[in-house]
Structures are given as C-alpha cells and as structure tokens.
C-alpha cells in the first residue's frame, strides 16, 4: 500500500533518478514511500542535503545537521504582540544545540535591540529577550535604512545586534532552511 502523497504543482516539482517526487527547497512538504514497511521519505521544507555521493539525505536522518532558521521581525516593539512572540520563538531555538537561529529586525522592530530600555513593571523587556538570543549563538541584524529613519544610532543598538542591510538579509534568506516572519 502506498503512503498517503500530498501532490504539488508541476512547476514547483523536480524529478530526480530512485526519487518518487522531490519538492523544491521551501515549497509544500510531501511525504512518499510504502507505507507498510514505513519506508518513508519527507522532502520539501528543509534545504535539500545531499552525502558526499551526491544522494539526497531524507531529513529524518539529518540529525548531524543543524536547521538554520531566519526569523524576520517587522512590528513594534511595543503596542502588539507580534515582535514578543517571534523573539521567544528565536530565544527558544536558539537554546537548541540543533538550530542555529538569525533575526532580522525591519521597520519599527529594529527598537527591539535598542539598549537600556525603560518600559513600566509587569511588562515584557525585548531588549533582554535579543540579549538571549545573542547569549546563545544567535545573529541579529538591523535594517540600517530603518535605524536612519528612526535616528537611530548605531551606538544605541545592543551590544552583538549590528546595523545591517538589504544585501545581508537576502545571504540570511538564502542560507536559511526555513524563514518565519513576525
């Protein structure tokens, strides 16, 4: 009996020798195989990783490899929740030894990396959230075109977050297996 195959459009699809289907990197994740024998392959998320013949490796046998996740903060860093939630998803993989994690701050969330904030008891300090995110083997870069129109300094930013721009954030892009937005 043949595994349940979720099917993409033909132009998002490559066909590959010994491969059913292999969905490009990014697109809809599939799964095909048998079955029966749980001889299962799941392709399409991840960045494909291919053994030093060549071969696709599935990703349920990539456990050597660290996911690389890009995580794109556009909001405030105050006033909606959006910039909160994607710096506690960036701390929390950036604690995984599995992951390696790079956020990329855009628009007003670049005044999440801003030192010595002042915000009222009881509420959340994204400035500490950053700093974990940096503790931990993380990246942050800043729009620098956004600082400009913010007036903000480069001397203002925490230290390890660094001006950035539209070149660096499109490497991010690249090198990244999965890329979240906030």
């Known amino acids: 009996m043949r595994a349940a195959t979720r099917r993409v459009p033909a132009s998002t699809r490559q066909r590959g020798a010994g491969d059913d ?16 024998s749980n001889n299962l392959s799941i392709f ?20 050597s490899f660290p996911m690389k996740v890009l995580v794109v903060l556009n909001d405030p ?42 915000v009222p008891d009881g509420y959340y300090h994204l400035d500490r959230m950053v700093s974990a995110v940096l503790h931990h083997g993380g990246e942050v870069g800043c729009c620098g075109t956004c600082m400009d129109a913010r007036a903000f300094a480069d001397e203002s930013l925490l230290e390890g977050a660094r001006r950035s721009n539209m070149a660096e954030v499109t490497e991010w892009t690249v090198w990244a297996d999965k890329v979240v937005t906030f």
């Open 21 to 36: 289907c292999r969905a490009a990197r990014r697109e809809v994740v599939f799964i095909s195989g048998d079955a029966e």
């Open 44 to 63: 399409g998320a991840a960045a494909p990783v291919r053994n030093e013949a060549g071969a696709l490796i599935p990703t349920a046998k990539r456990a």
């Open 77 to 118: 860093p105050y006033g909606t929740e959006r910039s909160y939630n994607g710096l506690r998803l960036a701390g929390s993989l950036a604690r995984r030894e599995d992951v390696e994690v790079r956020v990329f701050l855009f628009g007003d969330a670049v005044g999440c990396a801003l030192a010595n904030q002042k």
